[in-house]
């Protein structure tokens, strides 16, 4: 009996807990919760075309000295800190004027945004500090992130400046400048989701999304979270991914999967980590 009254009050402990919970979440009422767990390690680069191993050299330069003076930190600390993003402003392509043609695919916060038309982003920001040293006028083109590397690759674009994480695959059709940024993929649950809540590590998150068979996961289109979904074990150049047995679902914009996941379309979003903070932030504000 005794024994009975002791495991009864653990449970009846542990529901109230529960409860308690509960009601925390109910009251912040956050729509997306970010699980903070790195599920992938990857290194950001910008890309040039492979016959251009001038402004490769010009970039890496330009990337060395602003890691040393202070600027890149700077930059940063303007979407992560207490700073203020600069607006970046674009001219018009011209065959005509000596620019700097730069692909990009907005709509990765804190990296690459536009708003009312305005350019802003922590690569971006880089991006005018890179066509001022190389006394250009600086272009940027918006486009599909898939467009990125392609428009590169054929040259339509001098350099591809958009979160972009150095992979095998696309080594083979560019070239990557030295990184600079490590980033991971970032798991992203709906806000009253608590099936991830006691995961520690990587493989914690891992073996519950191995056994949800039936789960659809948003991600965007052409990214290194889709190869993640995908996995890539058999590829001899890949990431060693293994993959997850639940259907992936490719959105244009990581915002996109974010607002499909709210909408009950997939169960969950994997993307980079800081975009998955800053997206889930600004949903969650509102
Ligand atoms: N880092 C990921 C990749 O290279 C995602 C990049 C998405 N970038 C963007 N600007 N939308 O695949």
Redesign the pocket.
């Known amino acids: 009996m005794k024994k009975f009254i002791a495991v009864l009050s653990v449970v009846v402990i542990l529901a109230s807990l529960c409860c308690a919970c509960g009601k925390k979440g109910d009251d912040s009422a956050e729509k997306v919760k970010v699980i903070d767990i790195a599920l992938s390690e990857?290194e950001?680069a910008f890309c040039v075309n492979k016959e251009d191993p001038e402004l490769l050299t010009k970039v890496n330069e330009y990337l060395k000295k602003i890691k040393e003076d202070g600027t890149f930190d700077k930059i940063c600390n303007n979407y992560f800190g207490d700073g203020t993003p600069n607006k970046v402003a674009s001219a018009k392509k011209d065959a005509a004027k000596d620019q700097l043609v730069v692909a990009?695919?907005?709509?990765?916060e804190p990296?690459?945004m536009v708003e009312n038309g305005k350019f802003f982003g922590i690569?971006l920001e880089i991006a005018a500090g890179l066509a001022e040293y190389l006394g250009k006028e600086l272009v940027i083109e918006d486009m599909q992130?898939e467009a990125?590397v392609t428009s590169v690759q054929q040259g339509l674009c001098d350099i591809g400046m958009?979160?972009?994480?150095i992979?095998p695959a696309?080594q083979e059709v560019v070239t990557f400048s030295d990184s600079y940024y490590s980033?991971n993929q970032n798991l992203v649950v709906p806000g009253d989701c608590t099936d991830f809540d006691k995961c520690k590590t990587k493989e914690d998150v891992e073996k519950i999304l191995k056994g949800k068979k039936d789960a659809k996961i948003g991600c965007?289109r052409?990214?290194?979270?889709?190869?993640y979904i995908d996995g890539d074990a058999d590829d001899p150049d890949g990431y060693g991914f293994e993959g997850l047995p639940a259907t992936k679902m490719e959105y244009d914009?990581?915002a996109l999967a974010f607002t499909a996941m709210i909408n009950g379309e997939v169960d969950y979003v994997i993307?980079?980590d800081a975009?998955a903070n800053a997206i889930a932030k600004a949903i969650n504000a509102n």
Do not use: K
């Open positions: 990857e950001y990009t695919s907005t709509g990765f990296f690459e690569d992130f990125v958009a979160g972009l994480t992979t696309r980033a965007q052409g990214t290194t979270g889709a190869i914009y990581a993307v980079d975009p």
